[in-house]
């Protein structure tokens, strides 16, 4: 099968390769992977910027949809369309940016039918996270009529598609962006301001003017600080990410004297009912017209050359790799 395969020996090595399609093993399905994706973590392990793939050679690909071929696995039989998100798939299980995968069957989504495979994969995990942040700020009691949503990241993947729900579910979103050229997209998808991440991505006091009910975070660092600080009593911030930074320089002033909530949320290890509910609220709540409006496609040769323009910045929404070479 075609795969792209990462190699650490002699030195750090991606491109696609013919390599033996996996065995299937107990519990395992065997899939036809149809489309994938490029999502931030996938950049980081093609480009190999951080040490993402524990294991050696590696698959890439943190996601996939496509079709079951074969079977160990109760829940799924042959002919089956699934959508594989994370688990540590293309890290320490050979991944999704290939012709075919072997997968734990307990990880496996049913895809919503609303969804081919390649909206599936204009999702993907960047998509479900965002989805997953919205049903975090949903559990804490967030309603459209207590004031606005800040997005941070915005015309990133998660961003994207968090502006296009929370704009969807009635939510006043504002979207913070460094592409502010990308401000008619995002006005698009439903953002009511589009604002310069610059006012949020320097260091701030941790106690500001109060702006946001709620807040969908995919950059941490002063960002995730800046926005927990100008977050409104009782309010809640969902953070995700850390397209700028892993660390949050702020202090315990937003929780104990403003009541803010931060919620972290992973998709990784994320349980399978919750997943399931998360996809099934996609095909609910995304409108497929702004979904389209987020997506480039590219295929599997121009997955590399994709992967570091993502890394560099210069990548729109979602990008999603059309496997089958015709
Ligand atoms: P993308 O690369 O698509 O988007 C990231 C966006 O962040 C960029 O488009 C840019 O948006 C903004 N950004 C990039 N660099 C900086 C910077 N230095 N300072 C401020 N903003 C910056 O990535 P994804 O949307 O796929 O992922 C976003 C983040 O979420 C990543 O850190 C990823 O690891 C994380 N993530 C976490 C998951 C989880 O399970 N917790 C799952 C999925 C993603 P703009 O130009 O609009 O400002």
């Known amino acids: 099968m075609r795969a792209l395969l990462l190699n650490k020996e002699p030195t750090f090595n991606a491109s696609v390769s013919a390599i033996a399609a996996p065995v299937l093993s107990a519990g395992d399905v065997r899939v036809e992977i149809d489309y994938s994706t490029l999502n931030y973590k996938d950049g980081l392990a093609i480009t190999n910027a ?77 998509g479900y996270t965002a989805m997953l942040c919205v049903m975090a700020l949903e559990r804490h009691g967030v309603q459209p009529v207590d004031g606005e949503v800040l997005v941070t990241g915005a015309s990133g993947g998660v961003g994207s598609v968090a502006v296009a729900l929370l704009s969807s579910l009635g939510y006043r979103v504002v979207a913070s962006t460094g592409k502010l050229a990308e401000a008619a997209y995002l006005q698009a998808l439903g953002a009511h301001e589009v604002i310069d991440r610059a006012a949020l991505s320097a260091a701030g006091k941790p106690m500001q003017a109060e702006r946001w009910a709620a807040v969908v975070d995919s950059v941490g660092s002063h960002t995730l600080a800046n926005a927990l600080a100008q977050t409104r009593y009782g309010g809640a911030v969902a953070a995700c990410g850390l397209a700028q930074g892993r660390d949050l320089p702020t202090t315990v002033v937003p929780f104990i004297l403003r009541n803010v909530a931060l919620l972290g949320v992973d998709s990784v290890m994320a349980p399978r009912a919750l997943r399931q509910t998360a996809w099934d609220r996609l095909a609910r709540d995304l409108d497929s017209n702004k979904l389209e409006s987020m997506v480039e496609e590219v295929s599997l040769d121009q997955a590399v050359e994709k992967a570091q323009a993502l890394m560099a910045g210069q990548v729109r929404g979602r990008i999603v790799v059309k496997i089958a070479a015709n």
């Open 50 to 126: 951080a040490p993402v793939v524990r294991l050696w050679p590696m698959v890439a690909g943190i996601d996939g949809a496509g079709t079951v071929l074969e079977s160990q696995h109760p829940d799924w039989k042959a002919g089956d369309a699934f959508v594989l998100n994370g688990w540590g798939v293309g890290e320490t299980h050979w991944g999704c940016l290939a012709e075919q995968a072997c997968l734990k069957g307990d990880w496996l989504v049913r895809r919503p039918a609303a969804f081919s495979a390649r909206q599936a994969m204009a999702i993907g995990t960047a």
